[in-house]
């Protein structure tokens, strides 16, 4: 028997008030990398809060979510046949009009972990479906929106996701078909980092890097440490189609590469960062320090250090955003520089998206205890 789902109505906003019935619902019958793509939906019950608003309980509105507790998760539907349209204004985007019908699901988080979730919004088509994440089932209580994609560090728990219809000046919903993925990334781990003295190639310390020091003639920087991080060019990587060849210019296969890099990692970014540059100790673009290509996903979260004893490619370091504790386990190895040693160390764009960061930013680098955490962003105790 379902729990009874009264509405709360206040101005501008709307609590929905009922437990999900995601633990009596089965699972998608489909494999996981799958739903399906059904629209039942049926109608309203007339059951009701002090208000005396009806409840709606067809299957995808609030009251009777799609249930999202298997990752990946890929999902068809068409907002035009929406069982609801309870929700018109999100807490973190009030002057945004997204009265029109709506898909709701409930989404079951194993452990603390990046959850991203997006479609595939075309510009220009006629068709607005735009991606909120809850922490209740109350759109007051909205985390993150997008008009494609959003990424946000989550805790072990219940989230609700609303694909919802946007409505534009003349009244009109911006109701379509959509495709929907959800993927959970990277997840909990330890963070402990390994106190190490990294020997690098400078001729001296830069008096603003309190971390550097020289001994028997050689100069190094103890880590962890905290400093200016540069944001570095992309790197060819095995599945980028070049053979035995190479990029021959800054753009040349780039988009292919971005597409990639997207596809592996499951990250979502405007990447606008060419190859790195050509004839730097006769390099090739795109080629790094060690003259191979590289694994698709080492590449998006790689680092480098001016070292002189490179490490061992794939080896696992942790860049921390000290500012708000965003994390990602980096791939060490693969490249040697920046060459200023008032710069720490460099990493992907990526790496800089996900922490919040921009070229230069301070970061908190160091080598992880832990050499089994895989790439990406991570959440940290």
């Known amino acids: 028997m379902r729990t009874p789902c009264p509405l709360l109505v206040a101005p501008m906003t709307l609590l929905l008030a ?9 699972l998608p019958p489909t494999p996981p990398t799958t739903t399906t793509t059904t629209t039942t939906t049926t109608g309203t019950t007339g059951t009701t809060g002090d208000t005396g608003v009806p409840c709606p309980t067809g299957l995808g509105s609030a009251c009777d979510p799609l249930v999202i507790d298997v990752f990946p998760y890929v999902d068809h539907r068409d907002t035009s046949d929406g069982p609801t349209s309870a929700a018109d204004r999100y807490g973190c985007a009030p002057d945004v009009d997204e009265g029109g019908p709506e898909w709701w699901y409930v989404v079951h988080i194993p ?13 220009g088509d006629g068709i607005d479906v735009d991606v909120h994440l809850l922490s209740a089932p109350d759109p007051d209580a909205c985390v993150a929106r997008d008009h494609e994609r959003v990424t946000v560090p989550v805790t072990a728990g219940t989230y609700w996701l609303v694909l919802d219809t946007w409505v534009d000046a003349d009244g009109v919903p ?12 990277g997840g ?14 400078w001729s001296a310390c830069d008096a603003s890097v309190s971390d550097c020091f020289t001994s028997a003639g050689s100069v190094f920087l103890r880590t962890p440490t905290v400093g200016p991080v540069v944001k570095e060019a992309h790197l060819v ?5 070049f053979g035995s ?4 210019s800054f753009t040349d296969g780039i988009a292919r590469h971005y597409a990639n890099s997207e596809a592996a990692t499951g990250y979502v970014m405007n990447r606008t960062e060419p190859w790195a540059p050509a004839g730097e100790g006769g390099s090739e673009y795109g080629q790094g320090a060690t003259g191979a290509k590289l694994p698709v996903v080492e590449e998006a979260w790689t680092i480098n250090m001016y070292w002189r004893d490179r490490p061992t490619p794939g080896t696992r370091m942790l860049v921390r955003n000290p500012a708000n504790g965003r994390a990602v386990v980096a791939a060490a190895g693969y490249e040697t520089g920046p060459g200023d040693n008032a710069h720490v160390a460099g990493v992907s764009e990526e790496i800089h998206d996900w922490l919040g960061t921009s070229h230069l930013d301070d970061l908190q680098i160091g080598f992880l205890a832990d050499g089994t955490l895989p790439f990406g962003p991570i959440t940290c105790p």
């Open 18 to 26: 009922c437990a999900p019935v995601a633990s009596t619902r089965p």
């Open 111 to 123: 452990e603390d972990a990046v959850l991203t979730a997006g479609i595939d919004e075309i510009a």
């Open 174 to 185: 911006q109701a379509g078909p959509y495709d929907l993925t959800v993927d959970l990334l």
């Open 188 to 201: 909990g781990g330890s963070c402990e980092v390994v106190p190490t003295d990294v020997r690098m190639f």
């Open 237 to 241: 990587t095995t599945a980028d189609g």
């Open 245 to 248: 060849g190479w990029p021959t």
